[in-house]
């Protein structure tokens, strides 16, 4: 009889293969010195000037803006991290012009590490076909994928609160919930979509777990606060 592979050779070997196709993928499809998105170059400039413009409260150079007087950075977590793959970026002596694969790469890569581990957590079958069919049968999910955008991290961290969720059996878990919502607030300009899993989970445990149905949600909203 073949030896079954363990469980780390599937997830090392799907998790490679889809980082691959990634790289592949911006490579091959962004024309080099572009970008997919104009977003990419402001979220880049912001990195760059961090962190002076990423704890400013003015930003004088938007003449035609409000936020030249009432400046607050929704993406504050983000453009530091950034920032510091930037910094590695130069210091390895690679390079910092567009196109910006090394940060798309780390952001996007990280996303797909933690979505492939909560499936194998979860030991749903047939690991290695999940991330080839959310490349293919998704076409607009892989465009926004490749994007160097908050949107990435905001995902990835939503994905751990979903996993977060569903294995709550306790209140001391919720500190974990309360430490990603806060995270979350200073990642992201949409704080509230950490609020969808926080939320459904409480309507699953209304009828079983009534007090850590309530909790949920709540811990969840008060690391947003």
Not at 23 to 35: A, D, F, K, N
Not at 46 to 68: G, H, K, N, Y
Not at 96 to 109: E, I, L, Q, R
Not at 143 to 172: E, G, K
Request: proline share 7%; net charge positive; hydrophobic share 55%.
């Amino acid at each position: 009889m073949p030896c079954a592979r363990p469980p780390w050779f599937t997830l090392t070997l799907a998790v490679v293969l889809s980082v691959l196709y990634l790289i592949w993928l911006r490579v091959t499809i962004i024309p080099s010195g572009t970008e997919l998105s104009l977003d990419s170059y402001y979220h880049v400039a912001m990195a760059d000037e961090c962190p002076q413009t990423c704890f400013a409260r003015t930003f004088p150079r938007l003449t035609f803006s409000i936020l030249q007087e009432q400046f607050a950075n929704y993406y504050l977590l983000y453009h530091m991290l950034l920032a510091s793959i930037r910094e590695y970026s130069a210091w390895l002596g690679l390079s910092m012009t567009p196109s910006f694969h090394v940060p798309a790469v780390f952001f996007t890569g990280a996303l797909l590490v933690t979505l492939l581990s909560v499936l194998a957590a979860w030991r749903v079958p047939w690991l290695l076909l999940w991330p080839a069919l959310l490349w293919i049968i998704a076409p607009g999910w892989t465009f926004r994928a490749l994007m160097v955008r908050p949107h990435i991290v905001a995902i990835t961290l939503v994905l751990v609160a979903t996993w977060q969720c569903a294995r709550l059996t306790t209140t001391r878990q919720l500190w974990g919930l309360f430490g990603l919502s806060m995270l979350f607030a200073y990642t992201y300009s949409m704080p509230h979509v950490i609020m969808l899993p926080a939320l459904l989970t409480g309507l699953l445990l209304f009828s079983t777990q009534r007090p850590l149905a309530w909790l949920v949600p709540l811990a969840t909203l008060a690391g947003l606060v």
